[in-house]
């Protein structure tokens, strides 16, 4: 699939239809992660996974069953499965739980679902949404508020919802003010990315546009296949997240530094939430 940005849809607007932005970068998103997480200071599934592990024996009832919603590529869910946890995960896209299945086998339950649906019936000792996927809902009633409530529903009591996102500053400073009009690449032989980024001037959202060239067997030597997609993260204010999520019924909300046990300050580039359902 190949599209100018200015013709493409946000995320959040085409995710009724049956194809998806991450459908295209399935194939190279484990490659794209290592530069996010050295680049760009994303925290290595291990620190999420120390992380997640202290604040799960700090509960009162034991965590054992885990859903990741925007599970992607199920590389968090295999760090989860290291640590002992029985697992189940939920993406909007076919191609990325293409990739999880390959990597986590027929034993992990899978499912393809578009937030704010949630179609599980069990429910499950804790939720997490890693890899600031909650940038890609808008903190609306209709949107990140249904979330909340679809994710209390596979909750049990007492159970834990951690969901990361970038800050502002790491949304408009650190991407657009930094970056400006620059556009940055990299080239791993036989695939090339590159990102330019804009913000929205109420400072509602930034734009990543991203374009990928893949070489593709199909294809005479020496011609690539071109994507290109509209990448569009919502800053999320936390007063509205917070009423959203109280709304839910949860409770005890708190907000690190990127997976620390440090309170995240105005600085902060990302923010892990931790909430308690009721």
Same mark, same amino acid.
């Given at each position: 699939m190949t599209a100018q940005p200015e013709t493409m849809e946000p995320a959040h607007v085409i995710a009724g239809q049956q194809r998806f932005y991450a459908?295209? $970068? +399935?194939?190279?998103y484990d490659r794209l992660v290592e530069w996010v997480v050295g680049g760009w200071h994303e925290s290595p599934r291990t620190r999420m996974g120390d992380f997640?592990?202290?604040?799960?024996?700090?509960q009162a009832t034991p965590t054992h069953e885990v859903l990741e919603i925007c599970c992607g590529t199920g590389l968090m869910l295999q760090e989860l499965i290291r640590r002992g946890y029985a697992v189940s995960g939920l993406d909007q896209s076919a191609a990325m739980l293409a990739q999880a299945r390959q990597r986590l086998g027929a034993g992990v339950e899978l499912v393809q679902a578009v937030l704010p649906d949630i179609p599980l019936r069990h429910q499950f000792d804790a939720v997490i949404s890693s890899a600031a996927a909650f940038n890609y809902l808008p903190d609306t009633e209709a949107v990140l508020g249904r979330t909340?409530?679809? $994710? +209390?529903?596979?909750?049990r009591p007492g159970g834990t919802f951690v969901f990361d996102i970038m800050g502002r500053t790491m949304l408009q400073k650190h991407m657009v003010e930094r970056f400006g009009t620059n556009v940055l690449a990299t080239d791993l032989g036989d695939a090339a990315f590159l990102w330019?980024?804009?913000?929205?001037?109420a400072g509602r959202y930034s734009d990543l546009t991203y374009v990928q060239f893949t070489r593709d067997s199909s294809l005479p030597e020496g011609l690539y296949t071109r994507t290109t997609e509209l990448h569009r993260m919502y800053v999320h204010e936390h007063?509205?997240?917070?009423?959203?999520?109280?709304d839910a019924g949860f409770v005890d909300i708190q907000v690190f530094d990127n997976y620390s046990q440090q309170p995240a300050g105005a600085d902060a580039l990302y923010e892990t939430w931790t909430l308690t359902r009721a």
């Amino acid at each position: 699939m190949t599209a100018q940005p200015e013709t493409m849809e946000p995320a959040h607007v085409i995710a009724g239809q049956q194809r998806f932005y991450a459908d295209e $970068v +399935a194939t190279n998103y484990d490659r794209l992660v290592e530069w996010v997480v050295g680049g760009w200071h994303e925290s290595p599934r291990t620190r999420m996974g120390d992380f997640l592990t202290q604040l799960w024996a700090r509960q009162a009832t034991p965590t054992h069953e885990v859903l990741e919603i925007c599970c992607g590529t199920g590389l968090m869910l295999q760090e989860l499965i290291r640590r002992g946890y029985a697992v189940s995960g939920l993406d909007q896209s076919a191609a990325m739980l293409a990739q999880a299945r390959q990597r986590l086998g027929a034993g992990v339950e899978l499912v393809q679902a578009v937030l704010p649906d949630i179609p599980l019936r069990h429910q499950f000792d804790a939720v997490i949404s890693s890899a600031a996927a909650f940038n890609y809902l808008p903190d609306t009633e209709a949107v990140l508020g249904r979330t909340f409530q679809s $994710v +209390a529903q596979v909750l049990r009591p007492g159970g834990t919802f951690v969901f990361d996102i970038m800050g502002r500053t790491m949304l408009q400073k650190h991407m657009v003010e930094r970056f400006g009009t620059n556009v940055l690449a990299t080239d791993l032989g036989d695939a090339a990315f590159l990102w330019k980024f804009a913000a929205d001037e109420a400072g509602r959202y930034s734009d990543l546009t991203y374009v990928q060239f893949t070489r593709d067997s199909s294809l005479p030597e020496g011609l690539y296949t071109r994507t290109t997609e509209l990448h569009r993260m919502y800053v999320h204010e936390h007063d509205i997240v917070r009423r959203l999520a109280g709304d839910a019924g949860f409770v005890d909300i708190q907000v690190f530094d990127n997976y620390s046990q440090q309170p995240a300050g105005a600085d902060a580039l990302y923010e892990t939430w931790t909430l308690t359902r009721a």
